[in-house]
């Protein structure tokens, strides 16, 4: 026997529109205490606590930030800022479901929303995951802990269930599926997997989100020069930050989708190139280093691992060295016409054409499947002081640069379910 964790998704069914109040006092107190705990630098559940105690918060709510909040401020996450749309987190005694199946809506769940007041909301699941919650209901699983938020203006639950497995099961939880994250200009970010036969699957491109970074940018450098000419140096400031904002929230919502695609596929680890060696092996001429440089890759990398550390997946490096000239067919090197296309110079192999970035994307996930990963700890005790360039130095790059538009391209399947 072993143990099985997976993430349990429930929609909440059409509240009304006093517990959607109740759902969004819930929803702000928690934001803003959580704000305010990172803001302090709350590195210890008791300095948390001392910040978070003051919030109308079930307690359910507030241990969860005891314990989350620490893991921000030191050296779990290490995030540089807080994103503003962090689920409501409880503790695994915060929930608690009811079963009827003779309803229609078969599930209700009671969600804390201060120390004396629960909201019993009717809830849909994934169908797929039913003998899950029953489990759950029955004690034959373990809770662990849930978030609450909204989407579209839907609310919904992720609650972490563990429970026994057969030995086989377990075997095949340890069957990672790396999915490859390619960070660019032309799509801002691409993902890819291989499906059980080896064949890439499910390919999804950030393209037109690239190609409004890029316009942003040029516009931003386009008015800075006029600017500095007329001496506006303030002007020139507020302007830089008022679209760097624009740029940001292009950022939080494409990393977020990213982690959204890995809940899609069983057993996930998130694949990216290592920055260690990003600024190291980039030499294209001056105006492209400068471009490369601040396109934002540590920013894109900090927000992807603690959106994915949120959700309990995994996120792994490799050296990027070649993952976008090389044939994830054949690994002979071929070269790109187009910045969006990528032909195989090997006449013997299948692939002629291809996506570039998919290539791309589908060689960062077998470079870890191979067995070569760069862990974080193992990355930072190389770094030299004063010269970090790593995932979480989210601040290193985040200038907007001087940008020329790309090649377009865009495939997109989205999950419709955590798994």
Known sequence: MGELTKTLELKLVAPNAHKRQKLRETRDAYQRALQAAFAAGCDTQSAANDVVVEYDLSGYAKNALKKYVPQLCGNSYDANELHDDHPVRFTNEGLQLDHQPQNAIEWYVKVPHHEDYHLWIPACANPEQRDWLEALYADAAEMGESRLFE??????????????????SAASDNEQT?????????????????????????????????KTVRRLRKTYFTAKRRLQKRGSERIVESY????????????????????????????????????????????????????????????????????????????????????????????????????????????????????????????????????????????????????????????????????????????????????
């Open 240 to 419: 830089g930050d008022a679209l760097w904002d624009q740029i940001d929230d292009v950022f939080h919502r494409v990393t977020r989708e990213v982690v959204e695609y890995a809940e899609s596929v069983e057993n996930p680890v998130l694949v990216l190139e290592d920055l260690t060696y990003i600024r190291e092996n980039m030499d294209y001429g001056e105006y492209m280093n400068r471009r490369l440089h601040g396109w934002g890759f540590a920013k894109l990398h900090a927000q992807i691992r603690y959106k994915a550390a949120e959700k309990g997946i995994p996120v792994e490096t490799v050296n990027p060295r070649n993952t976008s000239k090389a044939c994830h067919a054949c690994d002979e090197h071929g070269y790109r016409p187009r910045q969006a296309t990528f032909r195989c110079s090997n006449g013997g192999c299948w692939v002629t054409e291809y996506q570039a970035d998919v290539n791309g994307a589908i060689n960062i996930a077998d470079r870890y499947r191979s067995g070569e990963s760069h862990r974080r700890s193992d990355r930072v005790s190389r770094q030299k002081a004063g010269d970090d360039d790593s995932a979480t130095d989210g601040a290193s790059l985040t200038g907007p640069q001087d940008s020329h538009t790309d090649a377009e391209a865009q495939q997109k399947t989205c999950g419709t379910y955590a798994s």
């Open 178 to 210: 790396p999915i490859g994250v390619d960070i660019g200009e032309a799509s801002l970010v691409t993902v890819c997997h291989r499906d059980e036969s080896g064949s890439p699957v499910r390919p999804r491109l950030w393209t037109d989100d690239g």
């Open 151 to 168: 989407r579209d203006g839907t609310w919904y639950l992720h609650i972490t269930a563990t429970r026994d497995v057969e030995d086989q």
